[in-house]
């Protein structure tokens, strides 16, 4: 589990690897939950935003949203 700081572009770092949740979190601290390579970011309240897989081969990843 990780807790990080969104920047003021929106983008978060988790595992050496960068992603956006947008700058409407900019200044907020969201929670990614890995398991092996998905990882899945909430919002300060819990509510899921969207996840990922992490790729060893690239640094930054989309973020697929949740519906």
Known sequence: MHHCLVASNGAIGIAGHRTSVGTPYAGTTVTAIRDG???TVYDPDG????????QPDKTYITLTPTP
């Open 37 to 39: 390579t998905r990882v």
């Open 47 to 54: 509510h899921p935003i969207g996840h990922l897989t992490l």
